[in-house]
Each structure stands twice: as structure tokens, then as C-alpha cells.
């Protein structure tokens, strides 16, 4: 009976997994959203936009991703995108000159 329950909560918890799984549109926009936030100057480019129509999706069934230049910017899973803002760095700051010291 134990075994019986066991299968059943494993097979519903497989079947929420597969059916939340969020498609592109949700990681584009989890992306756009990102950029908008964390970088206003490459958003106010439009580059939140092309980085999202540019990146690639797989979906893993029960999860999903979005790449960028073969490197994962968004992981996605029960309905929830999360965008890695540092590997989505558009618009890097400048680099502290160790001469000027």
C-alpha cells in the first residue's frame, strides 16, 4: 500500500512539473524584466529585448532554460523563471585602472 501512494505522489508531482513548466514567451519576458531592472542603459536600448529574442530555449520536460552564447541565463520551473542578471551582463562597468593608483 505504502509503494501504491509512493507512485502515485511521485507521478503527480512529475505530471505538476511537466504541465508548470513555463514556455519561452514566460523566459523572455523574465528577461526583459531583468534587464529593465538591474541595467536601465541597456534596457533603455533595447537591448533586453534583442538579448531575449536572440537567446535560445530548451525545455527539459520538467524544467526549462534560456542561452545566450551557449550559457544558461534563466532557469525556469513550476511556472517560475529565474534570470541569472550576472551572465545576462550587457553593459559592463568599466574596469578599475591598477596604474592609476
Known sequence: MRALIA???L???AILLAVSNPGPEVHKQAIRDAVYKDQPLASALGLGILSSEVATYDSYLFWSV???EDERVSLGVLG???VDVDKLRLVKPPKADPSSR
Open 11 to 13: 507521478a503527480a508531482l
Open 7 to 9: 507512485v502515485v505522489v
Open 80 to 82: 517560475r523563471v529565474r
Open 66 to 68: 534560456m542561452r545566450l
